[in-house]
């Protein structure tokens, strides 16, 4: 069989991240810098990395960034307040919320404290139901990659049969409603779900968002298909795989690497976001 065709997410979040430094100058040209406020609540390693990436991405984008570092120890009403301050900053036209929070943080509760038009990740329940009604909002970043992505290398995806692994509130679900706007047929599968490579098998399209490596392999992957693979998982060894294992990867016609596929689309689609809030912002004066 030919070897799939590798999806360069890398390349693509290189291209979306140009067009967001376009937009980006356009507003500054007009006096307006487009802020983004990322809120770091403890030393997560982890998280102190993401945050990293993303302010020097957003830097790279004309995106003027801001860390707001606050200790593990912050109270809910210190951090509402802190979240509130953002609110009003009329330099700030994103704030994303670093997860995951500590555990005495009430995570929902702390969202729906965003502004929904700078919730720049699309997690503030009004966003959410923006997505669910068709209506403009900001959508969650992964689920907005991959779309970009898919259209990126014109994969068809009206008519066709979407399966999704995972059913997470920041991939899983909102993809199901991103995938079914653009007219896909939806098919979700969770860790209930009895025969998850039975449905995989029938994917045009294979979105795997689950977390475990190698879950995938040849028999949950038409030959053909186009495959998503959106699990970060950290190996003993060190080193950094997705949920598709080799065998299920020989299968797809086209496939996402991990790292350099749908991770890179993740931090563009955040500073897209971004721009997009600010442009918006200005329009409503
Ligand atoms: P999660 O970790 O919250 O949940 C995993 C999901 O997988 C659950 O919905 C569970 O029901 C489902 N599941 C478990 N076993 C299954 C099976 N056999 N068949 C089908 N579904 C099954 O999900 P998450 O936060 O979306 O993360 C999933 C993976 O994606 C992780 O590896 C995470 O690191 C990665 N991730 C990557 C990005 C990125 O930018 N590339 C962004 C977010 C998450």
Redesign the pocket.
């Known amino acids: 069989m030919a070897m799939p065709t590798i999806i360069d997410g890398k390349q693509v979040a290189r291209s979306l991240r140009k067009d967001v430094r376009r937009r980006a100058r356009k507003l500054a040209a007009a006096g307006i810098v487009p802020g983004l406020a990322v809120v770091l609540v403890g030393d997560h390693p982890a998280s102190a990395i993401y945050v990293r990436i993303k302010e020097r991405m957003a830097h790279k984008s004309s995106i003027r960034s801001q860390v707001v570092r606050l200790p593990a120890t912050i109270t809910q009403a210190e951090l509402d307040a802190a979240i509130v301050g953002l609110n009003l900053d009329p330099a700030v036209h994103g704030i994303l919320v670093q997860l995951p929070l500590p555990d005495h943080i009430d995570v929902q509760h702390t969202i729906a404290g965003l502004d929904p038009a700078k919730d720049v990740d699309g997690l503030h329940p009004h966003n959410a139901a923006a997505l669910l009604r068709r209506q403009d909002g900001l959508s969650p ?2 689920p907005r ?1 991959i779309l970009h992505l898919l259209r990126a290398y014109d994969v068809p995806i009206e008519g066709r049969h979407a399966v999704i ?8 679900r909102p993809l199901g409603a991103l995938l079914l706007a653009a007219n896909a047929t939806v098919t979700t ?5 009895l025969d ?1 490579a039975a449905h995989a098998r029938q994917a045009d399209i294979l979105i ?5 490596p190698g ?1 995938v392999t040849s028999s949950w992957v038409r030959p053909g298909a186009i495959v998503i693979d ?4 950290r190996l003993p060894n060190g080193e950094i795989v ?2 598709v294992a080799d065998s299920g990867a020989a299968n797809a016609a086209m496939i996402t690497p ?1 790292p350099g ?3 890179p ?3 563009a689609s955040l500073l897209a976001n971004t721009v997009e809030a600010a442009e918006r912002a200005t329009k409503r004066g």
Do not use: F, K, Y
Request: glycine share 22%; with cysteine; hydrophobic share 40%.
């Open positions: 970043c992964t990659g692994l995972g059913r997470s509130v920041i991939v899983g599968c969770h860790r209930h779900t998850s795997s968002a689950v977390g475990i879950l959106v699990g970060i998982n997705g949920d991990v596929g749908v991770g689309m993740t931090v």
